[in-house]
């Protein structure tokens, strides 16, 4: 076999090789089990309470946890720190402008910021928003500004087993069901998220969201899109949906958001920096609104709670973000530590989303009832296990019914390894998988843990247990 040769299949074979080399690098702290055991004590078995000078591998989240480019970091000395009108700003809005193609941005300080503000201009008291899968802060919002939430995802989505290409899509029926129901002037917007996190990162096709279009422009209805992993969306459009395989992905991506009316965004996504967000929208008189209304809760319109020089790195993030290369590298990662898991028989949900591994709780341990927090204490194991940090996606994070006070008891009892942008490398995957697999050996030793502590809002972020048994 010529060398040639040899050389195009290891291409293949590696054709999500980083598209990029380490130029700075951050040491790791090991600890010792006593020094874990004590941590995960002190936090209440809860991973969002430990300090993270006390964690070896960081898969809590991919949000704000990215690495920057040289090409980042040299924008970061571009910073202009005006109060008011940074030039950082209005290239950050014309990079949105550019490729997720909406008309108005109003600058904030993460997605949370900018969900506020949506759901503060747009929602009454008795309204509902119909959604592709609940969010934690998104549902939040919609619920305080005084709307009833409403799951329209397809079912494929609550079946953590079942292998689909698209389980993120929302279901028609169940949509035109709604709008029979409701009457469609009490739906303010349909909030369509791309990827679905909570369904483990899963896509939307394009045909789907297409048809969301066409069934809500017949009842006059508008679509807000949670584009916070939108390109990573646009790469399973690419790869998944006939039409699309050599579409670059800032096309899908200004395709798939022409079909909605605006979006909220959490810049530290794909935008690949570690602070920041924006409200985007076509509507003259929502602009208007929000424009008004940020500068209560985030600053001036031209900030929005971010520093000009992290305005610039997302323009350059924006821009970074949709190269092939990169993206195919960010998700192939992803990938290998799902194939990695596969060998051994670990359940977790199937197909591998585009942020991380959502391990299934359930299925590890089957004989804990899910008010024993199986998610919530298979995190914590995996903390004992080896210091590699995850989080419970589960009856915890999903918290109490609005209306009635009773939790809610999600189909998905989940942990998620959420895979930081362009951090850990392919032998942190292995450590990672094979700390997975200690504690899949050790599942039956599983006692779960009784909550002692329960915040009002967002209870998973604070919330603090003990050991049961
Ligand atoms: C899908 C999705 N929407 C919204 C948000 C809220 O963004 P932020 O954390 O920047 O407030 C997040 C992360 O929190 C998210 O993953
Ligand atoms: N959006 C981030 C941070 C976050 C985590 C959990 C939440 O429920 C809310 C926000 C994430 O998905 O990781």
Same mark, same amino acid.
């Given at each position: 076999?010529?060398?040639?040769?040899?050389?195009?299949?290891?291409?293949?074979?590696?054709?999500?090789?980083?598209?990029y080399?380490?130029k700075v690098?951050?040491?790791?702290?090991?600890?010792?089990?006593?020094?874990?055991?004590?941590?995960?004590?002190?936090?209440?078995?809860?991973?969002?309470?430990?300090?993270?000078?006390?964690?070896?591998?960081?898969?809590?989240?991919?949000s704000g946890t990215n690495a920057m480019s040289d090409r980042q970091w040299a924008g970061m000395m571009l910073g202009d720190e005006a109060y008011a009108g940074s030039g950082n700003y209005y290239r950050l809005e014309d990079t949105i402008r550019r490729f997720y193609?909406y008309?108005?941005v109003v600058p904030t300080h993460q997605g949370?910021g900018a969900?506020?503000?949506?759901?503060?201009?747009?929602?009454?008291?008795?309204?509902?928003?119909?959604?592709?899968?609940?969010?934690?802060?998104?549902? $939040?919002?919609?619920?305080?500004?005084?709307?009833?939430?409403?799951?329209?995802?397809?079912?494929?989505?609550?079946?953590?087993?079942?292998?689909?290409?698209?389980?993120?899509?929302?279901?028609?029926?169940?949509?035109?069901?709604?709008?029979?129901?409701?009457?469609?002037?009490?739906?303010?917007?349909?909030?369509?998220?791309?990827?679905?996190?909570?369904?483990?990162?899963?896509?939307?096709?394009?045909?789907?969201?297409?048809?969301?279009?066409?069934?809500?422009?017949?009842?006059?209805?508008?679509?807000?899109?949670?584009?916070?992993?939108?390109v990573?969306?646009? =790469?399973?459009?690419?790869?998944?949906?006939?039409?699309?395989?050599?579409?670059?992905?800032?096309?899908?991506?200004?395709?798939?958001?022409?079909?909605?009316?605006?979006?909220?965004m959490s810049g530290k996504k794909d935008p690949l920096t570690n602070i920041g967000g924006w409200l985007a929208?076509?509507?003259?008189?929502?602009?208007?609104?929000?424009?008004?209304?940020v500068?209560?809760?985030e600053g001036l319109h031209t900030y929005g709670g971010m520093a000009g020089r992290d305005m610039e790195a997302m323009a350059i993030g924006i821009t970074e973000s949709v190269e092939?290369?990169y993206?195919?590298?960010?998700?192939?990662?992803?990938?290998?530590?799902?194939?990695?898991?596969?060998?051994?028989?670990?359940? $977790?949900?199937?197909?591998?989303?585009?942020?991380?591994?959502?391990?299934?709780?359930?299925?590890?341990?089957?004989?804990?009832?899910?008010?024993?927090?199986?998610?919530?204490?298979?995190?914590?194991?995996?903390?004992?296990?080896?210091?590699?940090?995850?989080?419970?996606?589960?009856?915890?994070?999903?918290?109490?019914?609005?209306?009635?006070?009773?939790?809610?008891?999600?189909?998905?009892?989940?942990?998620?390894?959420?895979?930081?942008r362009r951090?850990?490398?392919?032998?942190?995957?292995?450590?990672?998988?094979?700390?997975?697999?200690?504690?899949?050996?050790?599942?039956?030793?599983?006692?779960? =843990?009784?909550?002692?502590?329960?915040?009002?809002?967002?209870? $998973?972020?604070?919330?603090? $247990?003990?050991?049961?048994?």
């Amino acid at each position: 076999m010529s060398s040639l040769h040899t050389m195009g299949q290891q291409q293949d074979r590696r054709s999500w090789a980083e598209p990029y080399k380490i130029k700075v690098v951050e040491p790791l702290r090991t600890t010792t089990r006593e020094e874990r055991e004590a941590a995960i004590a002190d936090a209440g078995y809860n991973t969002f309470l430990l300090p993270s000078k006390d964690v070896y591998i960081d898969l809590l989240t991919d949000s704000g946890t990215n690495a920057m480019s040289d090409r980042q970091w040299a924008g970061m000395m571009l910073g202009d720190e005006a109060y008011a009108g940074s030039g950082n700003y209005y290239r950050l809005e014309d990079t949105i402008r550019r490729f997720y193609g909406y008309r108005h941005v109003v600058p904030t300080h993460q997605g949370r910021g900018a969900e506020n503000l949506l759901s503060q201009s747009l929602i009454s008291p008795g309204h509902h928003v119909p959604g592709n899968m609940y969010f934690t802060t998104t549902r $939040f919002h919609q619920e305080k500004a005084g709307a009833t939430f409403h799951d329209i995802i397809v079912d494929e989505a609550h079946d953590p087993t079942l292998d689909a290409p698209f389980k993120g899509n929302v279901d028609l029926a169940k949509l035109a069901a709604l709008i029979d129901e409701v009457g469609a002037e009490r739906i303010p917007y349909v909030c369509v998220a791309a990827t679905v996190n909570m369904a483990g990162g899963q896509p939307i096709s394009m045909a789907n969201m297409r048809a969301v279009r066409e069934l809500t422009q017949r009842h006059g209805i508008a679509i807000y899109l949670d584009a916070t992993r939108a390109v990573e969306n646009a =790469l399973f459009i690419r790869e998944r949906e006939e039409g699309y395989g050599s579409t670059s992905l800032a096309d899908i991506l200004l395709e798939f958001c022409s079909y909605s009316d605006g979006c909220t965004m959490s810049g530290k996504k794909d935008p690949l920096t570690n602070i920041g967000g924006w409200l985007a929208t076509n509507d003259e008189a929502l602009f208007e609104e929000a424009r008004n209304l940020v500068v209560v809760y985030e600053g001036l319109h031209t900030y929005g709670g971010m520093a000009g020089r992290d305005m610039e790195a997302m323009a350059i993030g924006i821009t970074e973000s949709v190269e092939l290369a990169y993206m195919k590298s960010r998700v192939g990662q992803v990938r290998y530590l799902g194939e990695l898991l596969d060998q051994w028989g670990i359940p $977790f949900v199937r197909p591998v989303g585009g942020h991380g591994i959502f391990l299934d709780a359930r299925g590890f341990y089957p004989h804990l009832d899910q008010e024993q927090f199986p998610a919530q204490t298979l995190a914590a194991q995996l903390y004992l296990e080896a210091g590699v940090r995850a989080m419970e996606r589960g009856i915890v994070s999903a918290g109490r019914d609005a209306a009635t006070g009773e939790n809610h008891h999600p189909s998905l009892e989940l942990v998620r390894l959420t895979i930081p942008r362009r951090v850990y490398t392919q032998a942190h995957m292995d450590v990672v998988a094979e700390s997975v697999k200690a504690c899949y050996d050790d599942r039956e030793a599983a006692r779960g =843990l009784r909550m002692t502590y329960e915040p009002k809002y967002l209870r $998973f972020f604070q919330a603090r $247990f003990e050991p049961l048994g």
